[in-house]
């Protein structure tokens, strides 16, 4: 089985997150895709939600997706999540599957700074997706790319190419993935909830419901 691991804060989890999970899935050709809310994040966020909330509106945005799954890894522990860990312990769940990471350029070019990150490119196969705002070819200088052409990049950026495999260890296979563009942000729809704007069409009904009920993101 491949399994698609998606992990981010969802704060909160909106139709950009749900659609590039499903491109990623049908791309790949995964055959489930299991969301991982943050818990305690390394990082300060005053305005992120509880682990309990996020984890609950994730779990309801995705009812009725056979392929879609939810994980409490992060959101149940006491202390700092670091995503090595977390695809550690995913790793000796899924013993039987291959898994893929999924993330989008910009946290991939963060990836250097993360806990033992050459540990994680040998732990899963890596999915880099596209993000409004960057381009593929700004990963040239990644040192997880060395053997991928500038060429490629520029392709993938023009939409040449909807994706590229390329050896990004060797244990695992990194892929570059081009999605459909939804420039919809959680720190937009944030901003929009404090000015109370209308968040219609930009998150499920299920999870909008989910922060009206629990007055979530009234303040910052």
């Given at each position: 089985?491949?399994?698609?691991?998606?992990?981010?804060?969802?704060?909160?989890?909106?139709?950009?997150?749900?659609?590039?999970?499903?491109?990623?899935?049908?791309?790949?050709?995964?055959?489930?895709?299991?969301?991982?809310?943050?818990?305690?994040?390394?990082?300060?966020?005053?305005?992120?939600?509880?682990?309990?909330?996020?984890?609950?509106?994730?779990?309801?945005?995705?009812?009725?997706?056979?392929?879609?799954?939810?994980?409490?890894?992060?959101?149940?522990?006491?202390?700092?999540?670091?995503?090595?860990?977390?695809?550690?312990?995913?790793?000796?769940?899924?013993?039987?599957?291959?898994?893929?990471?999924?993330?989008?350029?910009?946290?991939?070019?963060?990836?250097?700074?993360?806990?033992?990150?050459?540990s994680l490119v040998n732990l899963?196969?890596?999915?880099?997706?596209?993000?409004?705002?960057?381009?593929?070819?700004?990963?040239?200088?990644?040192?997880?790319?060395?053997?991928?052409?500038?060429?490629?990049?520029?392709?993938?950026?023009?939409?040449?190419?909807?994706?590229?495999?390329?050896?990004?260890?060797?244990?695992?296979?990194?892929?570059?993935?081009?999605?459909?563009?939804?420039?919809?942000?959680?720190?937009?729809?944030?901003?929009?909830?404090?000015?109370?704007?209308?968040?219609?069409?930009?998150?499920?009904?299920?999870?909008?419901?989910?922060?009206?009920?629990?007055?979530?993101?009234?303040?910052k």
């Amino acid at each position: 089985m491949k399994i698609g691991i998606y992990g981010g804060t969802f704060n909160p989890v909106h139709y950009g997150h749900l659609r590039t999970a499903q491109e990623v899935a049908e791309t790949m050709g995964l055959d489930r895709i299991v969301f991982v809310p943050a818990g305690e994040t390394p990082f300060d966020k005053p305005d992120l939600a509880k682990a309990s909330h996020r984890y609950k509106m994730v779990k309801t945005a995705i009812t009725g997706n056979s392929s879609f799954k939810i994980s409490s890894i992060e959101t149940r522990s006491r202390g700092k999540s670091f995503t090595v860990d977390t695809i550690r312990s995913l790793s000796d769940k899924y013993k039987k599957s291959d898994l893929y990471f999924i993330l989008g350029i910009d946290a991939f070019l963060d990836m250097p700074l993360w806990k033992k990150p050459d540990s994680l490119v040998n732990l899963t196969n890596i999915i880099v997706i596209s993000r409004p705002g960057y381009t593929f070819f700004g990963l040239s200088e990644s040192p997880y790319l060395k053997d991928v052409p500038v060429k490629t990049l520029r392709e993938l950026d023009r939409g040449k190419r909807d994706m590229f495999s390329f050896d990004i260890s060797g244990k695992r296979k990194g892929h570059l993935v081009n999605v459909i563009a939804l420039n919809i942000s959680a720190s937009g729809i944030r901003e929009l909830i404090r000015a109370g704007i209308n968040t219609n069409y930009l998150l499920p009904e299920s999870v909008k419901s989910y922060i009206i009920a629990n007055t979530l993101y009234i303040s910052k």
